[in-house]
């Protein structure tokens, strides 16, 4: 996903490929039953992942927690703490658009 997201500009930098990582080695890690179950690249390389704000926020809200949570019926798992994207931004050290914005803020500012 990293080669094909750079040369198609989609993104920036590789967080969507850490974030589409760690899901999947979570996965790996907690589905004893089914480790072959993955998360693919398509998900983030669509409009919905990139475009306008709160796009990765709109995707994992109507399409990653959803596809977990179907996966995870009946074994207990709470997906939103396991697979929720704030957990994940953390984990990663990957900062949320709401949590940048106000360093650009004064970076541009300071730039006037």
Request: glycine share 8%; net charge negative.
């Amino acid at each position: 996903m990293d080669v094909f997201g750079v040369h198609h500009d989609l993104i920036a930098d590789d967080s969507h490929a850490r974030l589409l990582d760690e899901i999947n080695r979570l996965l790996a890690d907690g589905s004893p039953g089914d480790r072959s179950f993955r998360v693919g690249p398509s998900y983030f390389m669509q409009d919905l992942a990139h475009t306008g704000d709160g796009a990765l926020e709109r995707l994992w809200k109507t399409q990653i927690i959803p596809l977990l949570t179907e996966h995870h019926w009946g074994d207990g798992t709470d997906v939103e703490a396991v697979y929720g994207l704030p957990v994940l931004r953390s984990r990663l050290n990957i900062p949320s658009p709401a949590d940048a914005a106000p360093a650009d803020s004064a970076d541009d500012s300071a730039n006037q």
